[in-house]
T-cell receptor, first 112, second 114 residues
């Protein structure tokens, strides 16, 4: 993940709409990418991951897209629900024994 | 199965004191990583332990240290606390390492230094 400054970007979406959260990473050698969701007072919770040999991976209501050319990662949430309100973090790592590097996060607010 | 357990959940310490935080990983997980989370800096990697050995270390001063026991439980210690050490400290456990697959986080220990 890449530092995006001190202020947390915020995305507000209407309930039922699709959400797209974007992330840029800086290490061109990274080959493992992951999205986490963090609700207030809780630790980050795994959402979905993807390896560099793929450019798209789908889960339940979520899709991760990876563009290695521009070092960009996105998380798409279909039919966003109030329970999706949280801070979302992307993270990347070089395979092997390297630690995850986290982005600063995006706060998603769902408007009922 | 039980998740990652961090104790204590909350701590208030005075500048200059030292503190020890504990993390019990998911059974069978050999990798434990520690992160510091602050509003200004986000999640910053402290260190990772694997099979009782420190495998990776982040860019933190030597006041931050850790260890892992044979049952994979891990502790981190911060000596000579500073006001800037106030943060949420998170640990994450995984089978073989964070880049090898899903890492599970605990709820964290909220440390306040006054």
């Amino acid at each position: 993940g890449e530092s995006v400054g001190l202020h947390l970007p915020t995305l507000s979406v209407q309930e039922g709409d699709n959400s797209i959260i974007n992330c840029a990473y800086s290490n061109s050698a990274s080959d493992y990418f992951i999205w986490y969701k963090q609700e207030s007072g809780k630790g980050p919770q795994f959402i979905i991951d993807i390896r560099s040999n793929m450019d798209k991976r789908q889960g339940q209501r979520v899709t991760v897209l990876l563009n290695k050319t521009v070092k960009h990662l996105s998380l798409q949430i279909a039919a966003t629900q109030p329970g999706d309100s949280a801070v979302y973090f992307c993270a990347d790592a070089v395979s092997g024994n390297t630690p995850l590097v986290f982005g600063k996060g995006t706060r998603l607010s769902v408007i009922a | 199965k039980a998740g990652v357990t961090q104790t204590p959940r909350y701590l208030i310490k005075t500048r200059g004191q030292q503190v020890t935080l504990s993390c019990s990983p998911i059974s069978g997980h050999r990798s434990v990583s520690w992160y510091q989370q602050t509003p200004g800096q986000g999640l910053q990697f402290l260190f990772e332990y694997f099979s009782e050995t420190q495998r990776n270390k982040g860019n933190f001063p030597g006041r931050f240290s850790g260890r892992q026991f044979s049952n994979s439980r891990s502790e981190m210690n911060v000596s000579t606390l500073e006001l800037g050490d106030s943060a949420l400290y998170l640990c994450a456990s995984s089978l073989e390492g964070q880049a090898g697959g899903e890492a599970f986080f605990g709820q964290g220990t909220r440390l306040t230094v006054v």
